[in-house]
């Protein structure tokens, strides 16, 4: 392959993962905005959708981040999952076309851009192509430890959102026996 193909590639590349890390970073804050985006359309508990907004964020976060830095991992498994991330997503676009209309902000870049569901699954397509195109030609880092990395990097990722942003409804403890001025609590 010339130089100039490896260009492109790395171009692509690190054009996905941005896209990606920003799609993260929309979500993000506020995450509650997410959150209820996700209990609105899909009616699951809100503590589900406290995890599930996390998560989905926190993994969106890391391949992002991979697929910037070329660290694919062992046989392109982060440009794999993310591919299977965009296939998920854009079932939920077609369940959110089909069940609210295409007049709808689909939340794929929370309240930053408005956007419908028939744009996103544009988008998606163009994503998923360019993808499949780095998944079948750009190597990234074949390193030993750019290997590792990627993992790493996934679960490290999916931690540390949980506890910079922690679930307050698991950890929720009632403290108004301690502030309250009633004599036999003191």
């Not at 406290?50 to 998560?55: E, G, I, N, S």
């Not at 890391?62 to 982060?78: Q, R, T």
């Not at 609210?100 to 028939?118: E, L």
């Not at 990234?140 to 540390?160: C, D, E, H, M, Q």
């Amino acid at each position: 392959m010339n130089k100039a193909w490896r260009f492109l590639f790395v171009l692509l590349s690190v054009a996905t993962g941005a896209l990606f890390l920003y799609s993260a970073w929309t979500k993000l804050f506020p995450i509650e905005a997410f959150e209820y985006t996700m209990v609105e359309v899909t009616h699951i508990p809100l503590l589900i959708a406290k995890v599930a907004a996390r998560f989905f964020i926190s993994v969106e976060a890391a391949l992002g981040a991979s697929i910037v830095l070329h660290l694919f991992g062992k046989n392109k498994w982060a440009l794999k999952v993310a591919f299977g991330l965009l296939v998920f997503f854009s079932g939920y676009l077609i369940f959110l076309w089909i069940k609210q209309g295409n007049n709808v902000n689909c939340g794929c870049f929370g309240d930053a851009i408005w956007m419908k569901p028939s744009t996103s699954l544009i988008k998606n397509a163009v994503l998923l192509l360019i993808i499949g195109l780095l998944i079948r030609y750009h190597q990234g880092f074949n390193y030993k430890w750019a290997r590792i990395s990627a993992p790493i990097l996934l679960v490290a990722t999916i931690a540390t959102s949980y506890i910079i942003f922690p679930v307050y409804e698991i950890y929720k403890i009632d403290l108004n026996a301690i502030y309250t001025s009633d004599p036999k609590f003191a």
